[in-house]
Nanobody, 116 residues
Framework: QVQLVESGGGLVQAGGSLRLSCAAS????????MGWYRQAPGKQRDLVAR???????NYADSVRGRFTISRDNAKNTVYLQMNSLKPEDTAVYYC??????????WGQGTQVTVSS
């Protein structure tokens, strides 16, 4: 079965950095994009960053310039480097893989907490 395992979350002070990793296993066909979403308490799940199959990236306005998404195709892993973290970045971060066959796969979520 397809499984996405996330790691790298934790508690950091404002201005600090974290690097999230998401390793995918199983057969995933026709990947359209890999990305990261986050959900803060009482809020909807929002796109943070996404990398398209051909390499282009998208970022939420709130993280552009601070976060960087990357991937390692050989390891089937997507990363999110988060710098200059702010308290408003506090959320559960979810890895996502979207396919051209209209399937979505999700990681288990990893908590990121940024203290002021």
């Amino acid at each position: 079965q397809v499984q996405l395992v996330e790691s790298g979350g934790g508690l950091v002070q404002a201005g600090g950095s974290l690097r999230l990793s998401c390793a995918a296993s199983g057969s995933i066909f026709r990947i359209n994009a890999m990305g990261w979403y986050r959900q803060a308490p009482g809020k909807q799940r929002d796109l943070v960053a996404r990398i398209i199959s051909y390499g282009s990236t998208n970022y939420a306005d709130s993280v552009r310039g601070r976060f960087t998404i990357s991937r390692d195709n050989a390891k089937n892993t997507v990363y999110l480097q988060m710098n200059s973290l702010k308290p408003e970045d506090t959320a559960v971060y979810y890895c996502n893989i979207n396919t051209f066959t209209r399937n979505d796969y999700w990681g288990q979520g990893t908590q990121v907490t940024v203290s002021s």
